[in-house]
T-cell receptor, first 116, second 116 residues
Framework: AQTVTQSQPEMSVQEAETVTLSCTYD???????LFWYKQPPSRQMILVIR??????QNATENRFSVNFQKAAKSFSLKISDSQLGDAAMYFC?????????????FGKGTRLSVIA | DAGVTQSPTHLIKTRGQQVTLRCSPK?????VSWYQQALGQGPQFIFQ???????QRGNFPDRFSGHQFPNYSSELNVNALLLGDSALYLC???????????????FGEGSWLTVV
């Protein structure tokens, strides 16, 4: 079974600074997807960024980028120019690509605080 | 275009009782998945419904059951409630097959269940 580990229960960052959230995962599969989700107090999971395992290029979405190290099974999220609205729980998630609609496997999350 | 809607938002039940949670998927989606998110944890996959059948199931006891209706909406039923069932229950919808990309998974805001 796949597992996802987020070793930082809480992180904080000054507004406009950069922060990196860590995630490691364990799998024996070669084809999969990795995601970062944001969960604000409204509780709705919002997709931040995704990475296909077969792509070597790291994904980028505006201020959000990832550092995907497949051999090390590491998938960190970098948030640049942090904003107050970035404060939330962040979850790293894994999804098998063996077939469609496989479930997401989540880590325990990292609570990010942004200091004005 | 309404996203994923869940009801009720909050509810309190007594140990041993039964509860039903409801989910309406995003328009155009035909697959519904349920996740349980205990306090301080990441969401855990309960099961997935497509074409009114349970297609995949996570590591949850038979006390957890579900149903999908012809209009794709879904119910999650939990019997013989335990204190440990207290959690946020998230519904996620997608279309089948989504080929694992994750871009089309939409989450609702969840139903907070407290068992006393």
């Amino acid at each position: 079974a796949q597992t996802v580990t987020q070793s930082q229960p809480e992180m904080s960052v000054q507004e406009a600074e950069t922060v990196t959230l860590s995630c490691t995962y364990d799998t024996s599969e070669s084809d999969y997807y990795l995601f970062w989700y944001k969960q604000p107090p409204s509780r709705q999971m919002i997709l931040v960024i995704r990475q296909e395992a077969y792509k070597q290029q790291n994904a980028t979405e505006n201020r959000f980028s990832v550092n995907f190290q497949k051999a090390a099974k590491s998938f960190s999220l970098k948030i640049s120019d942090s904003q107050l609205g970035d404060a939330a729980m962040y979850f790293c998630a894994y999804r098998s690509a063996l077939s469609g609609n496989t479930p997401l496997v989540f880590g325990k999350g990292t609570r990010l605080s942004v200091i004005a | 275009d309404a996203g994923v809607t869940q009801s009720p938002t909050h509810l309190i039940k007594t140990r041993g009782q039964q509860v039903t949670l409801r989910c309406s998927p995003k328009s155009g989606h035909d697959t519904v998945s349920w996740y349980q998110q205990a306090l301080g944890q990441g969401p855990q996959f309960i099961f997935q419904y497509y074409e009114e059948e349970e297609r995949q199931r996570g590591n949850f006891p038979d006390r957890f059951s579900g149903h999908q209706f012809p209009n794709y909406s879904s119910e999650l039923n939990v019997n013989a409630l335990l204190l440990g069932d207290s959690a946020l229950y998230l519904c996620a919808s997608s279309f089948f097959p989504d080929m694992g990309s994750g871009n089309t998974i939409y989450f609702g805001e969840g139903s907070w269940l407290t068992v006393v």
